[in-house]
């Protein structure tokens, strides 16, 4: 049966998360978690490691694509009922929590209580060496969960099937999953990477904030506290 375009974002998904854990392995390797060098060890990145700018620019202009992503292929559950696959649905929700917890510790605080949580865990107003060593470890750790919770998400989304845009049983109608649905995904794919390409080549800081070319400062909370970005920006 035909699927619309909204039914390429779970495999769009697929490919923001590999990429994100390959460029983020890649950053790790040259960046240092140490209040005193973090800011240089990036300025190094972008210098003097070979592609260190291009590499940084992806893993940041692509968690702007992650989420816009994540936020059509629920907006397409929600509108089409995948949430009567309760296991599915269920596991995608915890997805997006760890989704949200990852660019958290990867530092974009979350609105309202973002200045609470900087205090109340960490017992005081700013990011110190602590903080910031141990965001970035969950930092690094938490993708792996996703990509985790995600085999999990296919699991159970084959045990059911998917939907469609009819809402109706569409078992009499299958069609091979290869030309048909490999193609779309792969064009879906193909135009994704362009767009994050042309985005990170371009207009690198495009989605970005400026207090990203500024120390941070121990004495006061960052500033940079979006609703946008787990709503918009990083």
Known sequence: VNLTTLWNYGSLLGICLIAQIITGLFL?????????????????????????????????????????????????GIYYGSYLYKETWNIGVVLLLLVMATAFVGYVLPPYMGNMLVEWIWGGFAVDNATLTRFFTFHFILPFAVAGASILHLVFLHETGSNNPTGLNSSQDKVTFHPYFSLKDMLGFILMLLFLTLLALFFPNLLGDPENFTPANPLVTPPHIKPEWYFLFR
Not at 43 to 72: E, K, M, P, Q, T
């Open 28 to 76: 790790s390797m040259h960046y240092t978690a140490d209040i005193n060098l973090a800011f240089s060890s990036v300025a190094h990145i972008c210098r003097d490691v070979n592609y260190g700018w291009l590499i940084r620019n992806l893993h940041a202009n692509g968690a702007s694509i992650f989420f816009i992503c994540i936020y059509i292929h629920i907006g397409r």
